[in-house]
């Protein structure tokens, strides 16, 4: 059974930093994505960032460019979310989730194409 399981979140003043990690388990695939995607209160699901597995490709909205980096441990099968920089608009519910089934070249960025999610942690980033 595949699992998930973040941490790392918590409370922190403007300006500061967060490691969000993400454990997986229970799957032997080599070629997977990694995705981490947030939601804050009365506002849609979106995604943060993205890495592949396969063949290393990173993917980060906007809004956390320059300031967020995604990193992977394979021998850990483990995922970083380093937040730097963090800003009051930064607060969430943060969850990592994964997709098997990649196309070659393709790096899904979209929730809907993520089969297995985590249950989340909290970031709350203070003014």
């Known amino acids: 059974e595949v699992q998930l399981v973040e941490s790392g979140g918590g409370l922190v003043q403007a300006g500061g930093s967060l490691r969000l990690s993400c454990a997986a388990s229970g799957f032997t695939f080599d070629g997977y994505a990694i995705g981490w995607f947030r939601q804050a209160p009365g506002k849609e699901r979106e995604g943060v960032s993205c890495i592949s597995r396969s063949d290393g490709s990173t993917y980060y909205a906007d809004s956390v460019k320059g300031r967020f980096t995604i990193s992977s441990d394979n021998a850990k099968n483990t995922v970083y979310l380093q937040m730097n920089s963090l800003k009051p608009e930064d607060t969430a519910v943060y969850y990592c989730?994964?997709?098997?089934?990649?196309?070659?070249?393709?790096?899904?960025?979209?929730?809907?194409?993520?089969?297995?999610w985590g249950q989340g942690t909290q970031v709350t980033v203070s003014s």
């Open positions: 989730a994964a997709v098997f089934r990649l196309v070659p070249g393709f790096l899904p960025t979209d929730d809907y194409d993520y089969d297995y």
